[in-house]
């Protein structure tokens, strides 16, 4: 049953010199929920940023809707996908099923279901974009080799960085002139509305520096270096507290190692975070201890609210922070590297508001979401086209034939 979303907020995309209308593209996205972290986000993001007089959006859920669930804006209809078992993945006739029930002229597929999402698609007759936002860490052999399989099934393959269109060219073997690089973005505007609530609080003169991250608590994020790191600061350097945001299946490990390095005073694991646009504030430097990324979206918001960053050199973290940061980059798996930048910018106020602007004005110039919501959209209308070149006699086209 379709389950209407909440609040507008969108910002309104132009329609490209394409094909003449006849009707505006159904797209349906589709992922495990709107619940998780940074890719639910993006889903929903993009979900509200399409104009309605051009797209007809809509998102189905393998398992829960989710906090990001209202974000997805009113003009985006959701669905639960059917039950499904484990041996779906060789024939999801189900799943094809509730595809063709919504007749979409494009279905999204997002990273954890791509296989079955592409199969699904393939049965219901509907060509199928895929945005890979990152990659297991390490990366097994068996989901490259199923990922293979279901490029070929695929119309468009996107990688969140440049590091990740490479990636997915020269290690999974998606050909490519299947791939592009499409960056995550966010809505700034909002983020701006709701970083003005938390203005006006101040913390004493004599506070400790306030270190922060964000995300789920799971080995390919790195924390476990973090506490390296922390365990690592000098005695002599200035005094920190280190925020740590999310949950996830490391997060019992993570408080026991913290006692075990003896750091466990100097951190606070503070669970999931219902508005991010507040925890940011919080923050004299935000911190990224990453094993593997796409685009982070943390980082991205973190940024924009002007926390200087400090950020593994994995996945599109160097991207994200471009020439103007790149020295605050450190290699993956190195704590001493990074508790060295971490020690320099909390002992400069000077230098935290001159490294917070730079990033703020970065987001704004290369990573809002209206860029990326284009992009996408001129995705969109390039996959129908070609469906309708290939199949002029297609039923209800989203396109007028062109005699």
């Known amino acids: 049953m379709p389950v209407p979303t909440g609040p507008d907020s969108r910002q309104v995309l132009f329609l490209p010199p394409y094909l003449p209308m006849t009707r505006r593209i159904r797209v349906l996205h589709i992922v495990r929920n709107l619940n998780d972290g940074g890719m639910e986000r993006v889903v929903a993001d993009l979900a509200r940023a399409a104009d309605p007089a051009v797209f007809e959006m809509h998102v189905m ?25 484990r041996l779906s993945v060789l024939r999801p006739a ?34 199928v974009v895929y945005t890979d936002h990152g990659r297991q860490h390490p990366d097994p052999w068996t989901y490259r080799c199923l990922d293979r399989e279901a490029a070929r099934l695929t119309r468009r393959v996107v990688g969140v960085s440049r590091a990740l269109g490479d990636y997915l060219v020269t290690r999974v073997g998606v050909p490519a002139g299947k791939v592009e690089v499409i960056v ?8 701006d509305a709701r970083l003005a609530l938390a203005k006006g609080e101040h913390r004493r003169g004599d506070a400790p520096i306030v270190i922060g991250t964000l ?15 922390l365990a690592q600061w000098p005695a002599d350097g200035p005094r920190v ?19 075990r390095l003896d750091v466990a005073d100097r951190i606070r694991f503070i669970g999931w975070v219902e508005e991010p ?4 504030p919080l923050l004299d430097v935000f911190v990224l201890s990453s ?13 924009a609210a002007s926390c200087p960053p400090v950020v593994t050199n994995v996945g599109g973290n160097g991207e994200v922070l471009g020439a103007e940061l790149r020295d605050w980059l450190v290699p993956s798996e190195d704590p001493a590297a990074l508790v060295a930048k971490l020690v320099t910018l909390a002992g400069s106020a000077t230098l935290r508001r001159r490294l917070g ?32 070149v290939a199949d002029p006699t297609s039923r209800s086209p989203a396109y007028a034939r062109v005699e």
């Open 61 to 85: 859920v393998l398992r829960k809707f989710g906090r990001f669930a209202t974000s997805a804006g009113p003009h985006t209809t959701l669905h639960r996908a059917p039950r499904m078992t």
């Open 357 to 388: 602007a730079v990033a703020r004005a970065r987001i704004a110039a290369v990573y809002d979401l209206s860029h990326t919501a284009q992009r996408y959209a001129d995705l969109y209308h390039s996959v129908v086209q070609q469906s309708l």
């Open 215 to 229: 995300g789920r608590l799971e080995p390919v994020k790195g924390y476990d270096v973090l506490l390296a790191a």
């Open 291 to 303: 094993r593997s990324e796409g685009t982070s979206v943390s980082l991205l918001e973190a940024m």
């Open 241 to 259: 507290e280190v925020l740590v945001a999310g949950d996830g299946s490391q997060r019992n490990a993570l408080e026991v190692l913290a006692h």
């Open 277 to 280: 646009e507040l925890f940011y």
């Open 94 to 127: 189900a799943l094809a099923a509730a595809i063709k029930r919504i007749a979409p002229d494009v279905v999204h597929a997002h990273s954890g279901l791509w296989y079955k999402v592409a199969r699904a698609a393939r049965l219901a007759g509907v060509p």
């Open 184 to 191: 995550n973005g966010i809505d700034l505007s909002m983020l």
